[in-house]
């Protein structure tokens, strides 16, 4: 065991070689607990049941221009149904909106009246404002079922926002997306910032992936009056040797850049009390791994009669890279063609009332694996009450079993007054998520530091982030008293032994 002082700390976590299977310069991939990052990962949108999806990126750097790639990915296979390029100058941030299409055969629309650039496809248009239609192209041939195959797959899943690289002052590109001005008041000019312009900036190299992007969402019932906001999860240092390597802009539908393209295969990792920095033989098992869940826990509220409604989101968002092919580690199930779906096994075994009343239940799918039950999808909806159907969302990826959390000492609430509680969901997979080896952090009584190397270790469970939405809907007509509010529903991680 080799110890140091806290106040070394920092100095040692700075120097090449502390780590021997780490980043040369004490970087690991991360989920950033301030919120910034140079990917951003937004665990649900929806035009379903009259809701909206409002979606903001921002630019905390105010030395570089960044140039993104956001991606709309569909729930239920993780196929990318909208792309687009996105630039941002230092200090800027973008808005944007999903609406649903103006028929139930219309696809749904990305929209924003923001004056950063974008760029993508002759689908994109821009004027009088940015417009963009999801497709159903990607995922068309994965199941023979035609309710799965059209355009009504697009209206939910999650955002990811991804930095593809930083934008030098100087350049072609960073005179086209820059305000104009002596004291800025002109618009940029983005006018050739499209797909087919990304040969011409492709001679420009951009600067490495530095991070400092955030983001939000809003989920937004115009007709109900009500929304509930979440903040974006940020995962850091996915990029690590970009320093040394040409970053090139491309163009909107390409795959690359993704959560699974870094070339940082070392994660840091809270677990067993002690905080790891694990290495991988992918970087994209990195990434996981900072996901990485064996359960997942939050409050819920709802009453018989619809007053009041809770849903859980469960988003597994690198689920879509382990899916092609036999590799489907940490996941268990690969895509199941004939039922569309690909659900691994959870548990909801523990549920309490507002007095702490209640204990072991268990109405969610079950171990042993029940086919076509549990996290079925790659943005996965589990809604509470006795009524067997998503009464918030109308969620089509709802994972299809009545669920009845413990209220009101066990007594069904038909009416307000008795309602909430909280319960935990467990995700059992056997495949989990193994390392090679890394070293562990701790810190002694005395305040010194341990720098532990471990062998390999198994991280329980599947890669998720989640997110809760209650709502409130007293009223209608005006005034409206509907109310609601998002939580993110919290994390546990657990060391899988055999």
């Avoid at 086209?176 to 900036?201: S, W």
Wanted: glycine residues 12%; neutral net charge; charged residues 15%.
């Amino acid at each position: 065991m080799n110890r140091i002082s806290s106040a070394l700390l920092v100095f040692a976590l700075s120097l090449g070689g502390v780590f021997a299977s780490c980043p040369t310069h004490g970087q690991a991939v991360r989920v950033n607990p301030d919120g910034t990052g140079q990917a951003l990962i937004y665990p649900y949108y929806t035009v379903r049941n009259g809701w909206v999806t409002l979606m903001s990126v921002v630019n905390h750097d105010l030395a570089r221009a960044k140039a993104l790639r956001v991606r709309f990915v569909e729930g239920r296979n993780g196929a990318t149904v909208a792309s687009f390029n996105l630039f941002l100058t230092p200090g800027d941030v973008w808005t944007g909106a999903a609406l649903p299409g103006a028929t139930d055969a219309d696809p749904p629309l990305l929209v924003s009246n923001d004056q950063s650039c974008a760029g993508g496809s002759v689908d994109l248009t821009r004027s009088p404002r940015l417009q963009l239609a999801f497709t159903s192209s990607n995922y068309r041939g994965d199941t023979a079922l035609p309710a799965y195959q059209s355009i009504d797959r697009t209206r939910e899943g999650f955002i990811e926002v991804i930095e593809i690289g930083s934008v030098s002052r100087g350049t072609r590109l960073f005179d086209q997306i820059i305000r104009r001005g002596n004291y800025k008041e002109l618009p940029p000019l983005c006018n050739t910032v499209r797909d087919a312009d990304m040969v011409l900036y492709g001679e420009e190299p951009l600067q490495p992936p530095t991070g400092g992007v955030a983001g939000g969402g809003t989920l937004m019932n115009l007709a109900g009056g009500m929304s509930a906001e979440y903040t974006a999860v940020a995962l850091d240092h996915l990029w690590i040797n970009s320093l040394n390597t040409t970053i090139r802009m491309t163009t909107s539908i390409d795959a690359l850049p993704s959560l699974a393209s870094g070339d940082n295969k070392v994660a840091d990792v809270h677990v067993g009390g002690q905080r790891r920095l694990l290495t991988y033989a992918t970087a994209v098992d990195a990434v996981s791994a900072t996901l990485m869940s064996n359960q997942l826990a939050g409050e819920y509220a709802y009453t018989e009669d619809g007053v009041i409604s809770t849903s859980w989101v469960f988003t597994a968002p690198t689920r879509r890279y382990y899916m092609r092919g036999d590799a489907t580690r940490p996941f268990a199930r690969p895509w199941d063609s004939a039922s569309a779906n690909a659900c691994e096994g959870a548990e909801f075994d523990m549920s309490f009332d507002r007095e702490g009343l209640g204990g072991t239940y268990d109405d969610f799918p079950t171990r042993p694996f029940i086919p076509n039950e549990g996290v079925c999808f790659h943005a996965t909806v589990l809604s509470f009450g006795s009524r067997g159907s998503d009464l918030l969302f109308d969620s089509k990826n709802w994972y299809g079993v009545r669920y009845q959390g413990v209220q009101g000492g066990g007594q069904l609430v038909r009416n307000p007054g008795k309602e909430g509680g909280h319960g935990l969901l467990r995700v059992y997979n056997g495949l989990a998520l193994r390392n090679g080896e890394g070293r562990t952090i701790a810190v002694n009584s005395a305040g010194e530091i341990a720098f532990d190397r471990v062998g390999p270790l198994t991280l329980a469970g599947l890669p998720l982030i989640g997110t809760g939405i209650t709502t409130l809907k007293y009223s209608s007509g005006n005034p409206q008293q509907n109310y609601a509010n998002g939580f993110p529903l919290t994390s546990g991680r657990s060391i899988q032994t055999p």
